[in-house]
């Protein structure tokens, strides 16, 4: 094997993103079944970081009461709302979906170092990025004029 080593740049490719609203995308999905018996689906999401290198971040939607919300949360900002209302979502239903999320460094524990985890899913027009709109803004109602207002 060669290689060039001037291109090592230090970087372990496990470098944390900083907390923050990052577009991501589902690169990855997988049905699994839960160390507790609960069916889930395993995502490997990946995002840029802010210095331009992706990074990787898993996550689970577990069937679960405890945890639809999460599951709501994400059909709604990947424009999965007819899975979530269905109430089935499919491994192959999430992969290729482009989406945005609350992402935060949660604290390693059980001798694990620290990690980035999805904190929200954020549906579109909740915290959209700036760019161009592509809806033109609703136009508001115009003010009532007194009748006495009307200059004829």
């Known amino acids: ?8 740049s230090g970087k372990s490719g496990f470098e944390l993103l900083p907390d923050g609203t990052y577009d991501i995308e589902v690169i990855e999905a997988d049905e699994r ?4 018996g609960n069916e889930m689906i395993a995502l490997t999401i990946q995002a840029n970081h802010p210095e ?14 405890a945890a639809v919300f999460k599951i709501e949360q994400f059909c709604a900002a990947a ?7 269905a109430g089935r979502l499919l491994a192959d239903d999430c992969i290729g ?8 460094i949660e604290a390693g524990r059980d001798n694990y170092s620290d990690r980035n985890s999805i904190k929200e899913y954020v549906a579109s027009g909740v915290s959209r990025p700036s760019g161009i709109a592509t809806q033109p803004a ?9 009748e006495e207002e009307i200059p004829f």
């Open 97 to 104: 979906k482009k989406l945005r999320a609350k992402i935060e």
């Open 1 to 8: 094997m060669e290689f060039n080593p001037t291109d090592s």
């Open 79 to 85: 424009g999965l709302e007819d899975k979530f209302k």
């Open 33 to 36: 079944t839960s160390q507790k």
């Open 52 to 65: 331009g290198y992706p990074v990787r971040i898993w996550d689970y939607l577990v069937s679960v009461p």
């Open 138 to 146: 609703a136009a508001s109602s115009p003010k009532p004029i007194a």
